[in-house]
């Protein structure tokens, strides 16, 4: 039964009304409607209705047939709209909003700027001007090219007589032909230039050749905008639905000598609280799903440019170069910069040494980015970076050697950018931007993929992820963002591939599921197909995730909200969706054993020892996963107590999502904490003992192992003030440990370098 009855409608009317044809305001916000609920021939009665406020509900779309020939006002803040076609019914409509819903893009304002031509006001904005410059300008250079096309590439192929079997041949070349290939303005309004290239070429086919026009085709499917990507089709909705994810990718020009100096500009919107909840952690008070704690604020988008000016403006520091200019560089911020530019809002930077416990390691700062801002802004020190992760050499053989199978290029990902940053001269060799995208984790896998000579060539391909649900697959090295997997329907925690089967890509998300999926390998044109091959049921939301070093295809760990917990993901069942395998138990602050703690730090130190962070201060475990775990035990969901092998110092704060990593190859741990402290543990001396010891106790169990070093946070200054209240979000050292990236709270990553 609908939500929505006569009765409803008269009572939410603005004025209270007795008939739904006297009806001119309403408001239906905050009755968790979903599409359904709207029923055409209710609404239908609702003939003079000029206001209508959906905000703050569950609406995906509208239904096509609403009937409301005189609205004027609509607002749909804070729902979970994916398309806006189906707007052009209400042609009167004078002011939309719709912020807060994070699957819609740039390219979905000007596809209403275009439907609606008495549209006055987008988000609050005034869109006059802009909208006449899509509506005419655009309008007019995209027909001249599509004519162009249709001109130089298809007029030749149809015969003079012709059939119908002919026209529908080269008509449907000659669309995918003209989507492929018109290209106009800049390349984050990749999508929307694709969808009005399909109605004017299906426009021109039938007035030339007298084709019947599909005057309401089918939404295309939706792709993000992104600063170094072409355009790419998204996988389809049904296909998502039923485990499969198709996606077939545009075919990129290989030309690609024309330089593009386009920054690509936020939606125009205001980021509203609301939309922050999913961000991992940003404060100290924990609250209710579907987030963590409570995010700090983020900064305002920038304001929205149209085409032209996009293509004119000079890139300031820290903003995307053109591709002809190799050293693109971020905001840098270094030892040797003068006092007096503190006044020009520079950051300077004094380092301090300090350490706790034996140094072994000699450590010194090397660069502080500042490459992840927000509309590029200088002032943005609220930004939070959340992952990172070295690339893997192309010719170093299939990832045997550790050491030698790391570059010195790291992937850093926070607020809607993601980042390649030599480290040793600290240049940003790249940037990808997504407009209303916060990624929380990157992965890296190598691919072998056909060229266009059908030659094999091994290729690096970089996935990222976050708020949107949405998994985007990059290819480094052509600068193109090839492909997208709408893996879920909330935020994506954190990413993994599996490092013995290079297209198996794990998503945990906040949706409380961790799904694997076939990525697929792409075909000379970016075609490829991806799909879902397993789903594990998670208790509450994950966190951190860790393949079983050895036992990669049958094995994974989640650290999550409520605990530890163990999956056999095993692809010879016949069981697609599975719950947990086991829980862990370990000590809480009183000692009893438990399982409902959170688990925010996970990571193997070696094949055996796993290094687990959970919610008692100031301690971080080393516990063994041969002697807690019975490969051979029967059961499902089983709870078991982690047999711990020691213990690590560490703050005694109570902040979350401060998470950790190892070393394996020089068996360190690296955690940091909430003053920008980085404490690294060398654990050399230990291992060898656990390894050998053969009962399930070992000598080091009731010792807590202090850090061999504690990297303390220099002091920073922007405008004369110093930076405070830093947190290390993350820290990851190469396989080498040469040098050390640390990411933090407020928009800095630092490079260490071990001397």
């Given amino acids: 039964m609908s939500k929505i009855t006569t009765e409803l409608l008269l009572e939410r009317a603005v004025p209270r009304s007795t008939r739904l044809r006297k009806i001119e305001t309403l408001n239906l916000s905050k009755l968790q409607l979903k599409t359904g609920d709207l ?15 959906l905000s703050d509900n569950l609406l995906d779309k509208f239904p096509n047939s609403l009937t409301l020939p005189d609205l004027r006002v609509l607002n749909c803040n804070n729902n979970k709209l994916e398309d806006v076609t189906a707007l052009k019914q209400f042609p009167l409509l004078e002011e939309l909003t719709y912020e807060n819903n994070v699957y819609l893009t740039l390219n ?24 006449k410059h ?45 989507q492929t290939n018109v290209v106009y303005g800049p390349s984050s309004l990749s999508e929307f230039t694709r969808w009005r290239v399909k109605m004017i070429a299906e426009e021109f086919l039938a007035c030339s050749l007298g084709l019947e026009l599909n005057s309401d085709p089918e939404p295309e499917e939706k792709m993000d905008e992104n600063e170094e990507e072409e355009s790419t089709e998204s996988p389809r909705e049904d296909a998502e639905d039923k485990g499969q994810v198709t996606a077939t990718a545009r075919k990129r020009k290989r030309n690609r000598s024309k330089t593009r100096s386009r920054k690509k500009r936020s939606k125009p919107q205001v980021a509203p609280e609301k939309e922050a909840v999913v961000n991992p952690r940003k404060s100290r008070h924990v609250q209710d799903e579907p987030a963590p704690q409570k995010p700090r604020p983020s900064n305002q988008p920038a304001k929205e440019a149209p085409p032209e000016q996009e293509a004119e403006e000079t890139p300031k520091n820290g903003e995307q170069l053109p591709k002809g200019q190799s050293n693109r560089r971020s905001r840098q911020l270094t030892g040797e910069q003068k006092s007096q530019e503190q006044d020009n809002g ?36 609220k930004t939070q970076l959340w992952s990172c992760v070295f690339e893997p050499l192309l010719d170093s053989g299939a990832r045997k050697d550790p050491i030698v199978n790391s570059s010195r290029t790291v992937a850093t990902c926070g607020g809607e950018s993601v980042c390649l940053i030599d480290c040793e001269t600290g240049t940003v060799l790249k940037k990808y931007k997504v407009a209303a995208e916060e990624f929380f984790s990157v992965a890296w896998t190598t691919l072998t993929m056909v060229v266009s000579d059908s030659r094999k060539k091994s290729h690096n391909i970089l996935a990222a992820a976050g708020r949107r649900g949405i998994v985007k697959l990059i290819h480094v090295a052509a600068d193109f963002c090839y492909g997208e997997i709408k893996a879920h329907k909330k935020p994506i925690a954190t990413v993994c591939f599996s490092p013995t089967r290079e297209t198996h890509l794990f998503t945990a998300s906040y949706d409380k599921r961790i799904a694997l999926w076939d990525i697929g390998i792409p075909d000379s044109d970016y075609n490829f197909k991806a799909s879902q091959l397993l789903v594990l049921e998670v208790l509450s939301i994950p966190l951190r995730i860790a393949l079983v070093p050895t036992c990669p295809d049958q094995y994974l760990l989640a650290g999550c909200e409520g605990g530890c917990f163990v999956w056999n993901i095993k692809l010879d069942k016949e069981q697609k969706t599975r719950p947990f395998e086991a829980t862990f ?22 094949d055996d020892v796993v290094v687990s962070k959970s919610s008692k201060p100031g301690c971080i475990y080393l516990w063994s996963w041969s002697r807690s775990f019975d490969t051979k035990g029967k059961g499902c969901q089983r709870t078991i107590a982690a047999v711990i092998l020691a213990e690590l110092e560490w703050s005694t704060t109570d ?24 404490w690294m543990y060398n654990l050399s001396s230990y291992t060898t003992a656990w390894s050998s010891a053969k009962g399930k106790r070992s000598p080091f169990q009731e010792k807590r192992i202090p850090p061999a070093q504690i ?42 370098k071990k001397s």
Avoid at 116 to 128: A, S, V
């Fill in 39 to 53: 029923d055409p021939r209710l609404f239908s009665r609702l003939r003079h209705l000029q206001k209508l406020d």
């Fill in 108 to 131: 979905d304002d000007y596809k209403v700027m275009f439907l609606l031509q008495n549209l006055r006001l987008l988000n609050g904005k005034d869109i006059t001007k802009l909208a």
């Fill in 134 to 178: 899509v509506r005419h300008v655009n309008s007019r250079k995209l027909t001249s090219k599509v004519t162009a096309h249709w001109e130089k590439f298809f007029r030749d192929q149809l015969p003079e007589k012709y059939t119908a079997e002919q026209v529908k041949s080269i008509k449907k070349k000659f669309l995918k032909s003209v």
């Fill in 346 to 381: 520079v950051v300077t930077l004094n380092p301090v040494k300090s350490s706790k416990g034996k140094e072994d390691v000699s450590a010194e700062p090397l660069h502080f980015l500042q490459c992840h801002s927000k509309g590029n802004s200088h002032e943005d020190f």
């Fill in 585 to 606: 138990q370990f000590p809480d602050e009183d000692g009893s054993l438990t399982t409902l703690h959170r688990v925010d730090g996970l990571a193997f130190l070696n």
């Fill in 655 to 678: 902040m979350s999502y401060l998470t950790l990593s190892t070393c394996p190859a020089k068996d360190y741990v690296f955690c940091g904490d909430e003053k920008g402290s980085v």
């Fill in 711 to 752: 990297l303390q946070w220099p002091e920073l200054r922007a405008n004369g003030e110093q930076l405070t209240e830093v947190l290390v979000n993350n820290v990851v050292s190469d396989p080498a440990f040469t040098y050390l990236v640390v990411l933090t709270s407020v928009n800095i990553t630092a490079i260490w």
